[in-house]
């Protein structure tokens, strides 16, 4: 089994709803999202997938998110918080969509970073 990992990021504010600390008033984060790509066979290059091809799609799935207020943001607006769960399952469900995830090659988990020291993994199994 070969994983691979691969870093995005965006800049963007949130508000935690009902959240009883400061985390509910408006602030931003530097988000740091890592894709986890899971296969078993190399193609005829000796790669599972190409770096460059998994840091295009992860960028265009992190685009609608960069330098934006997440609570406006579908489906946060609708009453689900943009935490760093939340935004991890919501990546990962994105991400999956993508052409490159077929046959061999899997998308294995997300995170979410929401600083440095602080993130969250999702994943299906
Ligand atoms: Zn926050």
């Given at each position: ?16 709803e ?15 999202v ?29 685009e ?62």
């Open positions: 089994m070969y994983k691979l990992k691969v870093e995005g990021a965006f800049e963007a504010a949130h508000q935690v009902g959240y009883p600390g400061k985390c509910a008033r408006l602030h931003g984060h530097n988000w740091v890592e894709a986890e790509i899971k296969g078993t066979e190399l193609d005829k290059l000796g790669m599972l997938v190409d770096f460059k091809v998994v840091k295009k799609a992860l960028g265009d799935v992190l609608r998110f960069d330098h934006r207020f997440l609570n406006e943001l579908e489906p946060f607006k609708d009453g689900v918080n943009p935490t760093a769960e939340n935004l991890a399952r919501i990546i990962y469900g994105e991400l999956r969509e993508d052409k490159i995830f077929q046959g061999n090659v899997s998308l294995a988990a997300v995170t979410v970073f929401e600083s440095p020291k602080s993130s969250v993994t999702y994943s299906e199994a």
